[in-house]
């Protein structure tokens, strides 16, 4: 679309730059926290800026060459003759299937790229969905998971609100609605070990007190 040259060029620039906006104001963050996890931030800073120089300088023949090629399968204006599969073709004859091709390789293989970059992602934080899944394995194997099995466990896409809600200190009236309840919250408190009751070493699993204030 040739005629459409200069407003297809500025709004692919101007959706260009939103997207380095959103990354570098939103990813480079986290990435950097999950790269630099000896506290060696400018090392990686620097490691960076060369892969990212390296790829600028390669990106640009490719993308010539790339250009070139989808636009002789095209039929388009190469070097100022109108070539084609079968010979000269007239521009109205032009196929914009080429380039279309040409572009969605690009942007799949671009997309499978973030993808495993996402994936490959180890993030020791706690948000609230972490704090949730962490309380849930700890119920149900009696260890908590690893930066690592958090993150396989949630994947890319994963909601980012768990399940359940989480409430940090919640007042009995919230986690027990009547004696039965209450009495299975305490007997939780209690140790297995009768004979251990009495050692303070041993660790609850769920602790349950009221405020008598």
């Known amino acids: 679309f040739p005629a459409y040259f200069l407003p297809l060029a500025g709004g692919a620039a101007f959706v260009r730059s939103l997207a380095l906006v959103g990354r570098n104001s939103l990813l480079n963050g ?3 926290r999950h790269l630099g996890a000896a506290e060696n931030f400018a090392d990686v800073r620097a490691k960076l800026e060369v892969q990212g120089r390296l790829l ?13 090629a989808a636009a002789s399968a095209a039929g388009a204006d190469v ?18 299937l080429p380039v279309l091709l040409a572009y969605a390789s690009v942007f799949c293989v671009h997309n499978l790229c973030c993808w495993r970059a ?12 972490r704090l949730g899944f962490c309380a849930q394995q700890y119920i149900a194997r009696g260890d908590v998971p690893t930066p690592a099995e958090a993150a ?3 994947g890319v896409y994963a909601d980012r609100l768990p399940e359940g809600a989480v409430q940090i200190g919640a007042p009995l009236s919230a986690v027990a609605l009547g004696r039965d309840e209450v009495a299975v919250l305490a007997d939780a408190c ?3 070990d ?12 769920y602790v349950v007190g009221w405020d008598v204030t």
Do not use: C, Y
Request: hydrophobic share 50%; charged share 20%.
């Open 190 to 192: 209690l140790p297995e």
């Open 30 to 32: 986290t990435i950097m």
């Open 56 to 68: 600028t300088l390669l990106s640009l023949p490719i993308g010539l060459l790339l250009f070139r």
């Open 118 to 129: 996402a994936v490959a992602l180890e993030l020791p934080t706690l948000n609230r969905r």
């Open 79 to 96: 070097g100022g003759t109108l070539v084609g599969v079968g010979g000269d073709i007239a521009p109205e004859h032009a196929s914009a």
């Open 152 to 154: 396989a466990a949630e």
């Open 194 to 205: 009768e004979d251990a009751a009495d050692d303070k070493a041993i660790a609850a699993p």
